[in-house]
């Protein structure tokens, strides 16, 4: 029997898995769907993450310690729960929500982590050691930066334009290809039938196309999406979130450079201090991290 840590980075699509050994070495690093995963009730959350871990832990290794970032944990509370229910399975577990993985991941003890993907948060802590959170309010009312709300705001955008006469400057047209549709009153119904990440997320490259393309529209909810992602960043720091470092992660940020890129002229604008670092490691990394912590004499 080997002693083993576990990793987990839960989603709003996938779960990642790292499994080690005490050593460091690595034994298991996959992803698995995670369309389903909830981070509520505590409970169940912590019964969906241990049938998923022990499909890939080696049989017959014992899982010492287990660090989790989950994608719903917002308040310390909640992550408290969620621990402890893991705990009472036999799980010894750490639990944190996804964005504050990414410090640890990155080598760090302290700094904000910015998530923009599926949704889109911000996670630092404070001199006390509390974790503070901004943002993660959801796709429906937030989450500006994440897929599904820039495919939200440029459909606003590209249907407002129509409806006042205004020629299409590309966007209207990316989104009627993305969305297989042939006319504006199509798109809305195509947007509003089936209100799902799964149904917006993947559409938002085609915004990032038609800005690269020359929309000013597009251009204009990419824009609005760094100003709200650096505003996540301002309202940690007002907060006294301690660090030298913005750490970077998640499908949007890390593949589409021109938002990127705008978020780090608005951070570097209004906090010199503060490095911007693109996560290099996988976020489940900082999973890992914390189940050593937890393993440490």
């Given at each position: 029997m080997t002693d083993v840590i576990v990793g987990l980075d839960a989603g709003g699509t996938k779960l990642g898995v790292r499994v080690a050994a005490l050593d460091g070495s690595l034994i298991a690093d996959v992803s698995l769907p995670a369309e389903d995963w909830s981070a509520s009730p505590a409970g169940d959350a912590a019964r969906w993450l241990i049938r998923r871990?022990?499909?890939?832990?080696?049989?017959?290794?014992?899982v010492v310690a287990v660090g989790v970032g989950a994608q719903g944990c917002d308040t310390v509370e909640h992550c408290g729960e969620l621990a402890h229910e893991l705990g009472a399975?036999?799980?010894?577990?750490?639990?944190?929500?996804d964005a504050a993985l990414l410090v640890p991941a990155a080598g760090l003890t302290t700094g904000i982590g910015v998530i923009a993907g599926t949704g889109s948060i911000a996670v630092g802590g404070d001199a006390t050691g509390e974790t503070l959170f901004a943002g993660g309010w959801g796709?429906?009312?937030g989450d500006d930066g994440g897929a599904p709300a820039v495919v939200r705001e440029a459909t606003i955008a590209a249907l407002a334009a129509n409806d006042d006469g205004e020629p299409d400057d590309?966007?209207?047209?990316?989104?009627?290809l993305a969305f297989g549709v042939d006319s504006a009153p199509a798109l809305a119904r195509a947007v509003n039938d089936t209100p799902t990440p799964e149904n917006w997320g993947p559409r938002a490259i085609a915004?990032?196309?038609?800005?690269?393309?020359?929309?000013?529209?597009?251009v204009g909810v990419v824009e609005r999406a760094a100003d709200h992602l650096a505003h996540l960043v301002d309202q940690l720091v007002r907060?006294?979130?301690v660090g030298e470092t913005v750490v970077t992660a998640g499908s949007v940020i890390a593949n589409q450079p021109r938002l990127s890129a705008a978020l780090s002229e608005r951070i570097a604008a209004a906090h010199p201090s503060i490095s911007i670092v693109p996560l290099a490691d996988a976020p489940v990394a900082g999973g890992i991290e914390l189940a050593r912590r937890l393993t440490a004499p």
């Open positions: 871990l022990n499909r890939v832990v080696p049989e017959g290794d014992r399975l036999g799980y010894p577990a750490s639990v944190v929500n796709w429906v009312i590309g966007l209207l047209r990316a989104l009627l915004v990032f196309a038609a800005a690269d393309a020359g929309s000013a529209l597009a907060r006294g979130a």
